[in-house]
């Protein structure tokens, strides 16, 4: 996964969303066609091939395919894209909450409803990544923010996550002391004291037990996040602009660069 960019963005076709990444939630009876499937109550639903998609945006097609797969989401038919330069942000300034963490503490940041069930997935997932390597779960997690009023950095024609409170940008973990009774049982190079891992310093070790120990934490926590599908897009250092952080978000589609 390290260094390698797996792609299903808004410039795929639907057709190759269809065929790469659909797969229905029912099993398909003898009497289903391809792309059908039924709903709670037993109904059929309309096969693929029956729905007119002509006039659908990219947001409205891959939101239709994300709800077929099991893997509909609140915000993924708000339009990503302005029309103009001059176009006012869609931001969903009114719609975010203070969140600061449920089973990690997170410094305070604003995030869409739901988006916080993402994190609380993802909190679990550095407790386990974290007591494998250091004995203990991060006592805080930082970050350079949730919710931001603003277009992608890089393309100022597309509206940035963050706009919706649907993303995050991860810098660093802070660790307390190790517990007394876990000494024994962790390695010689964990920090028994309080310590920090941040992406900037130590996604590439300089050498030296500690260094490749907080490089080792943070890689296997990038391909866990990625390969669980906590988010469907995850960037790290190998991503323009990422150098320092891990963003995180739920755009429609998939992309994954660390």
């Known amino acids: 996964m390290l260094g390698i960019t ?24 003898p009497a289903q066609r391809p792309g059908e499937s039924t709903n709670a109550e037993g109904e059929r639903r309309p096969s693929v091939a029956e729905v007119d998609t002509s006039g659908w945006s990219r ?4 939101a239709y395919f994300n709800q077929l797969r099991g893997d509909g989401y609140t915000l993924d038919e708000i339009p990503r894209h302005l029309e103009t330069s001059e176009s006012k942000l869609p931001c969903l300034a009114e719609d975010q909450q203070l969140y600061r ?15 916080v069930e993402r994190l609380q997935k993802l909190e679990l ?6 007591e494998s390597f250091y004995g203990r779960a991060p006592r805080t997690v930082l ?6 009023c603003r277009a992608s950095h890089f393309r100022s024609m597309r509206i940035s996550e963050h706009a919706f409170g649907n993303a995050v940008d991860i810098t660093a973990f802070s660790f307390g002391p190790l517990p007394q009774e876990k000494t024994e049982s962790v390695s010689e190079a964990v920090p028994k004291g309080i310590f920090q891992v941040r992406i ?32 469907r897009v995850v960037l790290g250092p190998s991503h323009r602009g990422h ?10 589609w998939r992309y994954v660069d660390l």
């Open 6 to 29: 797996v792609s299903l963005n808004a410039c795929s076709s639907w057709e190759r969303l269809w065929e790469s990444e659909f797969e229905p939630p029912n099993a398909q009876s």
């Open 59 to 62: 947001e409205k097609l891959f």
């Open 101 to 115: 963490g449920t089973h990690v503490k997170f410094a305070p940041l604003r995030v869409h409803p739901a988006f």
């Open 125 to 130: 997932l550095f407790i386990e990544e974290a």
């Open 143 to 148: 970050h350079v923010g949730g919710y931001a």
């Open 200 to 231: 900037l310093t130590h996604w590439h070790s300089k050498g030296g037990a500690l260094a490749d120990l907080h490089q080792s934490f943070l890689r296997s926590l990038g391909e866990r996040i990625a390969r669980e599908k906590v988010f």
């Open 243 to 252: 150098e320092s952080h891990f963003h995180l978000d739920m755009s429609p």
